[in-house]
């Protein structure tokens, strides 16, 4: 069974950076996609960033150059470091993999920005 372990949120202020990482278990991990999604308050999930297998990497224009997610496939672990945080990224973090059947979900990590 796979399972998807996140960590590093917490309370930051603008202007601040954190790392978030999602520990995977129970799968192939190198051979699957990851991504990060975000959930606000009284807001839809939405997709933050994304990596292939090989690295390729995509990201919401919202975070384009100041979010980057990278990938250990020795540690089965998926990372999305978040610099210039704003108070707009404040949200629910998801972790997901995604396999070529199905897709699994973390439980999430809470990221507050104060301004």
């Known amino acids: 069974q796979v399972q998807l372990v996140e960590s590093g949120g917490g309370l930051v202020q603008a202007g601040g950076s954190l790392r978030l990482s999602c520990a995977a278990s129970g799968s192939i991990f190198s051979i699957n996609a990851m991504g990060w999604y975000r959930q606000a308050p009284g807001k839809q999930r939405e997709l933050v960033a994304a990596?292939?297998?090989?690295?390729?990497?995509n990201y919401a224009d919202s975070v384009k150059g100041r979010f980057t997610i990278s990938r250990d496939n020795a540690k089965n672990t998926v990372y999305l470091q978040m610099n210039s945080l704003k108070p707009e990224d404040t949200a629910v973090y998801y972790c997901i993999e995604i396999t070529s059947s199905s897709s699994t979900w973390g439980q999430g990590t809470q990221v507050t920005v104060s301004s």
């Open positions: 990596i292939t297998s090989g690295g390729s990497t």
